[in-house]
């Protein structure tokens, strides 16, 4: 839990970056500031987005190391 601490961290930066930004874009685009649901959306979206990117990210990292990890057996 320790070690995977830090990129909880970075990933609700991240959040948090992405989503005042998509709000400053879409209130200069619409003229107006977002509402509570839109932001929800947003961000609901947003984690869903980086949960599939870290899944896609983890599942290539370990298909490597089971590849380095069969490719030393031969």
Do not use: Q
């Not at 970056?17 to 609901?44: D, K, N, P, Q």
């Amino acid at each position: 839990m320790l070690r995977s601490l830090p990129y909880i961290a970075l990933t609700a930066a991240g959040i948090a970056v992405c989503l005042l930004a998509f709000s400053w874009l879409m209130s200069v685009w619409w003229g107006r500031h977002l509402g509570w649901g839109e932001l929800v959306a947003a961000s609901l979206l947003l984690m869903v987005a980086l949960g599939v990117g870290l899944s896609v990210w983890r599942s290539r990292s370990r298909r490597k190391i089971e590849d380095m990890r069969d490719s030393a057996l031969w």
